[in-house]
Each structure stands twice: as structure tokens, then as C-alpha cells.
């Protein structure tokens, strides 16, 4: 393999390799401002119907618990085997839909949901009973019929074929798997033991879903370059529609649990790079197509489509064909997006349930943008999506001369143009290959609210 651009550019990484925002949300959360509550997030969501009552949105609930702790993770989840819990939580979901509910009829519009997510923790864990509560819950506002895209995010471990068929009947058409590695040393350093044949005897059913998506993590402890090429060769022989490449960010500052995963068996971070790079050959070379910064998708799947067509759009819950722009969550920690404005749920189960017992959407911050924070947002985008930034395009939308607005970040670019990371003509930076390395970097010259970098988990506290 061809990892020239990495191996010549050790400096460059270790330069780079910084705190920062992975600017799935701009602003970054960490700035989002806890001023925010119930009744500014009711008044967003009036402003922007009143411009367009059939305003395109995606619903992401975020079901909190997991079965057993997985030592990597990050997400807002909470270790339970009670079923009681699970119960209490799935009817707390569905009281916060039907304050949702309560809003859309007191302005007379019925929502025009085009996806739906579920996530958390791990919403597979739930059991039919509570499945069907909140699908019955869903049934009385949404036609599930006319969505787009319903897609659930599954432990492989928590699910059976017969699951899966009910999933199916249930509307889901698309799955995404929470795979990390396939080696089983790996997967014994992280505490996620996950047979490979567990995956494909789940996979005997993909045939009743559009798309099949794996989670793959690089950069965890005990990986080599060879074991994760292993793991690629395997994933790619699986083949899924599209795939998550994440790299794995150690937190045990906030992360207790990370605490168990030994510093010392993280691979180095050129091996980190190597791995990325190893990937990325090995997936194009089997007809996978890069899209953005973390994913790889088949010429079928609708993000390749999207990238062709101008339409793909990056969010919390990473790369989006563009249906929508705009999210509506529930659920602890669930983020919303609408207009201009962000909202985040509260984190803590307790808060979560007595904001609803007093019919409060449980809103604990959010943040409203600005003019430029909107141009930000949208070069950031841009970057992230497509590998370059049309600057005479951005001129027209936001009626700017780019050179003037822009004149601190144009003498940054300039420092990225020496290095070999962007190419700039007078209208147009793109990204080059070895700068497809440093996507964040170079938004982290367009970001002017960049303070210290909080992780979204730690700036609750």
C-alpha cells in the first residue's frame, strides 16, 4: 500500500494534532449557552413554521441505557438490566412526544418528518413491549409511510433474526451496526466481546432493509495496522452500504470507564494515520467512495448519490443525502436543530423526567446564531462535504467580498497552501489529499468562537 503522503508528513501530523471540535454542530456544543429552556425552544419552533408550515425535519430519539458498559464509549448512555427502568424511560419518550404533539396542534401543522433515528446507548436493547409503545406513540403523528429513511442503531448483541424481522414489520429500513472491530483481542480490550458469526447470521436478513450501515472505530487499544486491515478485509466481504470510520478519542478525564483502557495500548498516532490511510485504500479499491471526513459509501448508497448531487449535508449523527436540515430530539441529551437555532435536552435522567412531569420539553441549553455564525456554519459544511469552498458562491448567498470578511483566515490558508493541504485559485480552496488528513483543522480557522475545546459531554458540567 501507498501511504507515502502519511509517512513523509510525520511533522505535519504531530503539528496538527490538537483539541478541537470535529464540527458536527457549528457552533460546537461546548459554547451553546444554558440560558436556554422550554420557552425559547417553543418560540423557535414557531418562528420557523410561521415561515414554512412544511418545513422538512428529521426526529432523533435517544434512548438512554445499554445492556452492559463498553470501556471506548462516549456516548450518553446508563448501564441497566432493569426492565423497569428500560419501561419508565420508553413512557417518559413518548410523554415528550406528546408534548410535541400538544405544540404542532396548537399551531395547526402537521409536521412533514422525512427520516427517523433512533439512538443512544442502544435502542436494540429495548424490549417489543416498549418498542411497540413508542412506535404506537409515533403511529398517532407521523405517517411512517412517507418517511424516507427509519433506521435504528443495533448492538448485534442485544438482537436476533427474529428481531430484525420485527424491526422490518415494525417500518425500519435501515440498520446500522455497532461492529467497532472484529478481532477478538481488540474487542476483549474494550469489553465488547462480538463474534464475527453473530454479525453474519444478522446479516441473512439485510435483504428486508435499503441500507446496511457498520460503526468501525480506529485508534483503540491493542489495534495493529495488520488486525485492522484484518478487520477491513472482513467488513468488506460483509459488505455494507455505507461505514463509519471513527477514530477513537480517548477521555478518561470525563470518561470514567475509559479509565479501564491502559494508555500505553492505544496505537501511536502515526500508526493512527496509517490505519485510516491503510482503510481508505483498501475500501475505494473494493468500490467504496470517501464521503466527508469519517464515512465510505457504496455507488448506490444515497450519500454517494447526495455528494454527486450537491445535496449531502453533515449533523450530529454524521452524513445526511439532505431530506432535511433540520432535527427535532427527544430523549436525555437529544440535540434539536431548527432555523437558526440549537437546543440540547438535559443529561440527567432525574432532571429529564420531572422537566416532563411539568410539561416541559427538557430543554437545559441551546444557542442562536448569528449572521456570521450562519456564513461559519455553512463554509464549515461545506469543507466537511465536499473537500473544497466556493468563494464566489459564498459571495452571492451572503451578498460579501470574501476576501475582505475573510481576512484573518486568509492568511491562515496561506500557511495550509505552504504545507500542501489546500490549493487556492481566487475562487475556490480544495482540499488535496494529504489536507483530507486535517478537515478540521482548516475549519478550525474559519471558527472565531473557538475557545478552550470542551468536549460536548465535559461543557455539561
Not at 457549528?26 to 429552556?37: A, E, L, N, Q, R
Not at 419552533?45 to 418545513?55: G, I, N, P
Not at 476576501?403 to 480552496?429: C, H, P, W
Request: aromatic share 12%.
Amino acid at each position: 500500500m501507498n501511504n507515502s503522503l502519511v509517512i513523509s508528513n510525520e511533522w505535519l501530523f504531530n503539528k496538527y494534532n490538537v483539541p478541537g471540535s470535529y464540527y458536527t454542530a457549528y457552533p460546537p456544543t461546548g459554547v451553546w449557552s444554558k440560558g436556554f429552556d422550554h420557552y425559547h425552544y417553543i418560540g423557535a419552533l414557531k418562528e420557523a413554521f410561521s415561515k414554512r408550515l412544511d418545513l422538512p425535519l428529521q426526529l432523533y430519539i435517544h434512548f438512554p441505557f445499554c445492556k452492559t458498559q463498553c470501556w471506548y464509549c462516549q456516548c450518553i448512555q446508563v448501564i441497566t438490566k432493569s426492565e423497569t427502568k428500560i419501561k419508565k424511560s420508553v413512557e417518559y419518550l413518548t410523554k415528550e412526544i406528546d408534548l410535541l404533539i400538544n405544540f404542532f396542534n396548537s399551531i395547526g401543522v402537521a409536521p412533514n418528518f422525512k427520516e427517523i433515528h433512533l439512538g443512544g446507548g442502544s435502542p436494540s436493547y429495548m424490549g417489543e413491549e416498549e418498542f411497540d409503545m413508542l412506535i404506537n406513540k409515533l403511529l398517532s403523528f407521523i405517517n411512517i409511510n412517507n418517511l424516507s429513511e427509519f433506521a435504528i442503531e443495533i448492538d448485534p448483541r442485544t438482537v436476533s433474526k427474529e428481531k430484525m424481522k420485527y424491526y422490518h414489520g415494525k417500518g425500519i429500513n435501515r440498520i446500522s451496526f455497532g461492529i467497532q472491530d472484529l478481532d477478538p483481542v481488540v474487542q476483549g480490550a474494550i469489553n465488547r466481546i462480538q463474534p464475527i458469526e453473530l454479525v453474519e447470521e444478522l446479516l441473512e436478513t439485510r435483504g428486508l432493509f435499503s441500507c446496511v450501515n457498520f460503526d468501525l472505530i480506529y485508534g483503540l487499544p491493542l489495534q495493529t495496522r495488520e488486525s485492522f486491515k484484518s478487520t477491513i478485509d472482513k467488513v468488506i466481504k460483509l459488505s455494507p452500504d455505507r461505514i463509519d470510520l471513527s477514530i477513537f478519542g480517548y477521555r478518561p478525564d470525563i470518561f470514567k470507564h475509559n479509565r479501564l483502557i491502559e494508555k500505553s495500548t492505544l496505537p501511536s498516532l502515526i500508526d493512527s494515520k496509517l490505519m485510516w490511510d491503510d482503510s481508505r485504500i483498501n475500501l475505494e479499491a473494493h468500490g467504496y467512495k470517501r464521503i466527508g471526513m469519517d464515512h465510505f459509501a457504496k455507488c448506490t448508497d444515497a450519500l454517494t448519490i447526495a455528494k454527486k448531487n450537491k445535496t449531502l449535508f453533515r449533523n450530529p449523527l454524521g452524513y445526511s443525502p439532505g431530506r432535511f436540515h433540520d432535527t427535532v430530539s427527544i430523549g436525555p441529551s437529544g440535540m434539536t436543530k431548527i432555523a437558526d437555532y440549537y437546543f440540547q435536552n438535559t443529561y440527567m435522567l432525574p432532571d429529564y423526567y420531572s422537566a416532563i412531569d411539568e410539561d416541559l420539553l427538557p430543554v437545559f441549553r441551546g444557542y442562536r446564531l448569528s449572521e456570521d455564525d450562519l456564513i461559519r456554519r455553512d463554509i464549515i459544511n461545506q469543507l466537511m462535504t465536499y473537500d473544497q469552498l466556493d468563494f464566489s458562491e459564498l459571495e452571492q448567498k451572503y451578498v460579501i467580498n470574501f476576501n475582505q470578511y475573510f481576512r484573518r483566515e486568509i492568511d491562515l490558508l496561506s500557511t495550509f497552501v505552504k504545507e500542501g493541504i489546500l490549493d487556492v485559485s481566487d475562487n475556490m480552496a480544495t482540499v488535496t489529499p494529504l489536507g483530507s488528513f486535517f478537515l478540521r483543522n482548516i475549519c478550525m480557522a474559519f471558527d472565531n468562537l473557538r475557545k478552550d475545546y470542551r468536549h460536548n459531554a465535559e461543557s455539561v458540567a
